[in-house]
């Protein structure tokens, strides 16, 4: 069982950075996909940026160039560094994660992933 600890959270103006880190623990298989998601009140969940073991990346279209995904193999630890912050960046950040090599079709699609975290606010303020 996957257990995901998210931190890094909290209030940012416009522009600003953040750091999310997730903690993982609790698996033998380090093949892991791995990513981060958020949901703002009212409006589904959507995946952001994924990693895969051997490094690839993806990201959705609204933060590609101004978040970065990164993991430390050696800390058990997932990152997301978030640049040129905007309000509507604004919603809870969930570190999530399945097994797996390849990116699956959609792989941004929430439906795929067995292990999530309890979330970590972000809040853009204007």
């Known amino acids: 069982q996957v257990q995901l600890v998210e931190s890094g959270g909290g209030s940012v103006e416009s522009g600003g950075s953040l750091r999310l880190s997730c903690a993982a623990s609790?698996?033998?298989?380090?093949?892991?996909?791995m990513g981060w998601f958020r949901q703002a009140p009212g409006k589904e969940r959507e995946g952001i940026a994924l990693?895969?073991?051997?490094?690839?990346?993806t990201y959705a279209d609204s933060v590609k160039g101004r978040f970065t995904i990164s993991q430390d193999n050696a800390k058990n630890t997932l990152y997301l560094h978030m640049n040129s912050l905007k309000p509507e960046d604004t919603a809870m950040y969930y570190c999530?994660?399945?097994?797996?090599?390849?990116?699956?079709?959609?792989?941004?699609?929430?439906?795929?992933?067995?292990?999530w975290g309890q979330g970590t606010q972000v809040t853009v303020s204007s």
């Open positions: 999530a994660a399945k097994p797996g090599v390849v990116f699956p079709p959609r792989p941004l699609s929430p439906a795929w992933y067995n292990y």
């Open positions: 990693i895969i073991s051997t490094g690839n990346t």
């Open positions: 609790g698996y033998t298989d380090s093949r892991l996909l």
